[in-house]
């Protein structure tokens, strides 16, 4: 029940986060305040990311403050933005936060107001010193070129105040006879303007016209003058020209101002210049926005149609709004509805698997009923059918061992004699047992009785006393001499087995021992043994399951397994070869054949390792970049019929797209290979050399002299270009190395 739960609620969880738009961008926004204007161009920037689902936009206001814009900035970047928008508070102060973000990768959009540094990716304004210059010229005009004018400045610093108060400054040179009385200092707020006007200590009495750098700053100028009793012809203007009740628009239609200048916001060009950059769309690096002087001759006009856009403004996120609720309660019905179809399917195979499981309980019930059956009177007759062989053998033995001959025999020949003997009571002994339990068992079938019959109660041991201490995994020879350069490795728990095994093929071959599948198996995965006898019945892990994973590992699979056992039906035989047995002989046996059968899949061996490394490396690239086949590679279900040259070379050519790969890097290692393969530089350097006959470097090294040729005969490289395109670090020791593959030099190809 609680898988159910875990599995629906992952249900749930994958359909909500398919339901959502995945973020592609995100995109910071540092304001250095906050006022109509800037509210004003927040929102066409949250109008233009409408169009854009994939982007998300993250703002932060520094009100003023340069050390809190800083903190937001450093804030912004380590969030993981890809991209910041920046008007910075002030020229010199905010630039080293902005080269901070500009050095990590980051691009760096910066708007209205510009920075002391040249690390950004873009700016985009209006012309500030175009708008202080046109609003001189304005005043001039309107005073007949006499008069006294007074100027409120925006924040000190800042880009926009000191290019509006340049501007202003050479339009009036052209008028002498304008007198600039003062330029004080605000912070772009009303209030600043008010106080800079009322706590000036000079005259202001007889001021004609005051330019406030933005409309605001020139209404707070208005209101202090009025309570010093200026006249009433002062007249004021300013820039910003925002629409809206208190909007610089407004104000001249109703003749508050005299004048105002649009300073444009343009939210929506600055999100589509960030999306430019982020997609690598061609874009302009300085971008100026284009505005306009607004008097009373067109103010009505521009109020009406900026009037018009905010409307439509407020219906789009309107309409947005209702998309974004219509796409929740979609997004929730598909959710429902997914769950719901989970919870059927659940529920049909929860159904299936009931009525699957008691069917398979009750063939399992036949099927064992059956089995027990047939293997009862398998042991009843084989027990029989040995009574009378070991009588025979039995006597002989004692009446031998009770002659001259054997007390005189050599050392050798006594202890194989007590081997025979010790077994062979050992094996009357257990046949007696079999004899009794079938007995027994009749009994008991007669009687009613269904006690289940158990193979390892039947197959159960004596425990031998053996001659001397073996150890479990005894390492014969443990260094591949040249003499007997073959490693064969003994699994089987009777001692006397391996002992008799010894005997008779340490003369021939290296040996190694192991008294179980378990032990034998970690043996194989160490040492890569080149051939494997193995028996079948064993503690910890039996010769079937140890053949199994001799074949599934991809270190071993390659090794041939010999299953030398005393079960010798047909059925026991094909048990073996499914398992992955290359030979099944049964006991007794004679020695020359399990000679023989080694001998046999030894050059076997040999021949495929002769078809790997040398008709392997004719493939073409294109055969050697096949699709592998995962089951013959991780050796699942073989078939019988399927030859072992295709099922190897599996391997082979996973080895070989592996160097293919990373042919190019010089640096490539064994370790690097083997590591890709899952395999230790040990486990690669041996299953390499078995079956290609080469070393891992040396097939390396094949590969890259193989490319190279074909890039000689096929392109216009030259020799250094061939050289280092296949992983060599020098010409020379290319050149070298490939007269020693081919015999002759790599400038012949070329010739020919």
């Not at 103010?299 to 407020?314: F, H, I, S």
């Not at 007759?381 to 031998?400: A, F, M, Y």
């Amino acid at each position: 029940m609680r898988k159910t739960i875990l599995f629906l609620i992952l249900v749930a969880a994958m359909l909500s986060s398919c339901s959502g738009g995945k973020v592609k961008y995100r995109i910071g926004v540092s304001q250095c305040s906050a006022d109509i204007w800037r509210e004003k161009q927040n929102a066409e920037l949250r109008m233009g990311a409408y169009l854009h689902d994939s982007v998300e936009l993250m703002f932060a206001v520094a009100y003023d403050s340069d050390k809190r814009q800083i903190q937001q900035i450093d804030s912004l970047v380590n969030e993981g933005i890809d991209l910041l928008i920046v008007a910075p508070n002030q020229v010199q102060t905010i630039s080293p936060a902005i080269d901070r973000a500009y050095d990590k990768g980051i691009p760096v959009i910066v708007f209205e107001r510009k920075t002391s540094s040249h690390k950004y990716t873009a700016f985009i304004s209006a012309d500030n010193y175009e708008m202080g210059r046109v609003m001189g010229e304005y005043i001039i005009t309107r005073l007949g070129g006499k008069g006294r004018v007074l100027e409120i400045k925006g924040l000190k610093g800042s880009s926009p105040s000191i290019e509006r108060h340049n501007g202003f400054l050479d339009a009036l040179k052209k008028a002498p006879d304008i007198q600039l009385v003062a330029s004080l200092q605000g912070d772009w707020t009303e209030q600043s303007a008010y106080q800079a006007v009322t706590n000036y200590p000079g005259d202001l009495s007889h001021i004609d016209f005051v330019f406030g750098q933005n409309d605001r700053m020139a209404m707070g100028a208005r209101k202090a003058l009025s309570t010093l009793h200026s006249p009433l012809s002062t007249k004021y203007c300013g820039i910003d020209g925002l629409p809206g009740e208190n909007g610089g628009i407004r104000l001249v239609r109703d003749s508050v101002l005299d004048a105002s200048y649009i300073y444009p916001t343009h939210g929506d060009r600055l999100l589509q210049l960030a999306l430019d950059i982020l997609d690598g769309k061609p874009y302009e690096k300085e971008t100026r926005l284009m505005s306009a002087l607004v008097t009373r001759d067109n103010a009505n006009v521009l109020l009406m149609q900026a009037e018009e856009v905010m409307r439509q403004t407020d219906y789009l996120n309107q309409l947005h709004e209702q998309a974004d609720t219509y796409v929740q309660e979609l997004d929730t019905q598909r959710t429902a509805t997914w769950l719901f179809l989970a919870l059927v399917v659940l529920l049909l195979l929860f159904i299936v698997f009931i009525y699957y499981y008691f069917i398979q309980k009750a063939r399992l019930a036949q099927e064992r009923t059956r089995m027990e059956r047939e293997q009862l009177d398998f042991y009843t007759q084989v027990s029989h059918e040995l009574r009378t062989p070991l009588t025979l053998i039995e006597g002989p033995l004692q009446q031998l061992g009770a002659t001259q001959d054997m007390k005189q025999a050599s050392p050798q020949a006594a202890s194989m004699f007590d081997i025979v003997n010790r077994n062979t009571r050992q094996l009357s002994l257990l046949i007696n047992k079999m004899l009794n339990f079938t007995k027994g068992q009749e009994r008991m079938e007669d009687g009613q009785a269904n006690a289940p019959l158990s193979s390892a109660t039947l197959l159960s041991k004596e425990p031998l006393t053996l001659n001397g201490p073996l150890g479990s995994a005894a390492l014969q020879g443990n260094e591949r001499s040249t003499l007997n350069p073959h490693l064969l490795l003994i699994v089987d728990d009777n001692a006397d087995i391996r002992t008799y095994l010894r005997t008779i093929l340490q003369a021939h071959y290296q040996l190694l021992e192991a008294a179980d599948g378990q032990e034998g198996l970690t043996l194989a995965n160490e040492q890569v043994p080149d051939l494997i006898i193995s028996d079948v019945m064993m503690p910890v892990m039996n010769g079937l399951q140890f053949c199994q994973h001799i074949k599934d590992n991809m270190v071993t699979s390659h090794i041939p397994v010999i299953l030398l056992t005393a079960r010798s039906l047909s059925k026991h035989q094909v048990e073996g070869y499914r398992s992955g047995a290359d030979a099944y002989i049964t006991k007794p046996f004679e020695p020359d054949l399990l000679q023989a059968r080694i001998e046999n899949l030894l050059r076997q061996r040999q021949q495929l390792r002769e078809l790997w490394g040398e008709g392997q490396a004719k493939k073409e690239p294109s055969t050697l970049n096949a699709p592998l086949d995962s089951a013959a590679l991780q050796g699942k279900e073989r078939s019988p019929l399927k030859s072992e040259a295709s099922y190897e070379d599996a391997f082979i050519q996973r080895f070989r797209q592996v160097v293919e790969k990373h042919m190019i890097d010089s640096d490539l290692s064994v370790e690097d290979i083997g590591s890709e393969l899952g395999l230790s530089r040990v486990q690669l350097y041996r299953k390499v050399k078995a079956l290609t006959g080469l070393t891992p470097v040396e097939q390396l090294r094949k590969a890259r002299l193989t490319r190279a040729l074909q890039l000689l005969e096929n392109t216009d490289l030259s020799i250094s270009e061939v050289a280092y395109q296949v992983g060599f670090t020098a010409p020379s020791y290319f050149t070298k190395c490939f007269k020693e593959e081919y015999d002759m030099l790599p400038g012949d190809v070329k010739k020919g």
